[in-house]
């Protein structure tokens, strides 16, 4: 077992994986860690809710507890003084990342929400992708080459 601070324990194992991972994977894993999915899924950093959902009748998010962000970010101070992956980075952009904490724990939650209610984010002008891998083009019409691409891909599986 690993000390993290605050009476927070981890397996050895836990640890080198948190230790050994990028920024991305380190927050990802580290905030179900400590937050828990369930409550990620029901919160929002601030208690408020997300300017897409204003306008819809949703219920009002919980504040992520005040106590687990300071062991959030203490975490992620250490990872980030002590990971392989960090030690490039100079101090400035240490504190840096330290300072967009908030920001990197919004995308989670947002991720994890998405992941929830099926939802993928397409950006404007980008081709459709169906969930057997038909491309619309743009126009939204699935053309013969698609059609071709799936031909072959059921030939191979």
């Not at 897409?52 to 504040?63: F, L, Y």
């Not at 100079?90 to 904490?101: A, I």
Request: aromatic fraction near 8%; include cysteine.
């Amino acid at each position: 077992m690993v000390f993290l601070g605050d009476g927070e324990w981890v397996e050895r194992v836990f640890y080198d994986a948190l230790m050994g991972a990028k920024i991305p994977q380190f927050l990802d894993t580290a905030a179900d860690h400590i937050f828990g999915q369930n409550v990620l899924l029901k919160s929002t950093i601030t208690g408020k809710p997300s300017n897409r959902s204003k306008n819809i009748q949703v219920e009002k998010p919980e504040q992520l507890d005040a106590h687990l962000m300071q062991r959030m970010r203490a975490i992620f101070k250490h990872w980030l003084y002590t990971s392989v992956h960090a030690c490039f980075l100079s101090t400035v952009k240490r504190d840096y990342h330290l300072g967009r904490l908030e920001y990197y724990l919004g995308r989670r939650i947002a991720s994890i929400k998405n992941n929830v209610n099926g939802y993928q984010k397409r950006k404007s002008g980008s081709k459709q992708v169906s969930r057997d891998g038909a491309s619309d083009g743009g126009n939204g019409h699935v053309g013969a080459g698609a059609c071709t691409l799936l031909g072959i891909e059921r030939i191979k599986t």
